[in-house]
Nanobody
Framework: QVQLVESGGGLVQAGGSRRLSCAPS????????MGWHRQAPGKQRELVAV???????NYADSVKGRFTISRDNAKNTVYLQMNSLNPEDTAVYYC??????????????WGQGTQVTVSS
């Protein structure tokens, strides 16, 4: 079983920055796509940013130019650098990853979520 652990959430003032990290644990052979999603109160979970095993990236329109997703393949870790934060970015941020396990199985795992609160 592959587990994902996020870190880096917290309280930040509008206009500030925050960096989220997500590291998996388990018998991982290869990680494919890694991404960040978020869910604000009363809203559905939405994709924020995603990066594939080949290095391509995709962003929600609402965060383009402000957020940057990156990954360290040696550490199997994905990051989300968030700049110019505004109160509309307040949400629980979830990490997601898929790939192959050492036993040849396929996994698609989610982290437990980390709260990001942006004060005005």
């Amino acid at each position: 079983q592959v587990q994902l652990v996020e870190s880096g959430g917290g309280l930040v003032q509008a206009g500030g920055s925050r960096r989220l990290s997500c590291a998996p644990s388990g018998n991982i052979f290869r990680i494919g796509t890694m991404g960040w999603h978020r869910q604000a109160p009363g809203k559905q979970r939405e994709l924020v940013a995603v990066t594939t095993g080949g290095g391509s990236t995709n962003y929600a329109d609402s965060v383009k130019g402000r957020f940057t997703i990156s990954r360290d393949n040696a550490k199997n870790t994905v990051y989300l650098q968030m700049n110019s934060l505004n109160p509309e970015d307040t949400a629980v941020y979830y990490c997601n990853a898929d790939g192959l396990t050492m036993k040849g199985g396929v996994f698609n795992s989610w982290g437990q979520g980390t709260q990001v609160t942006v004060s005005s």
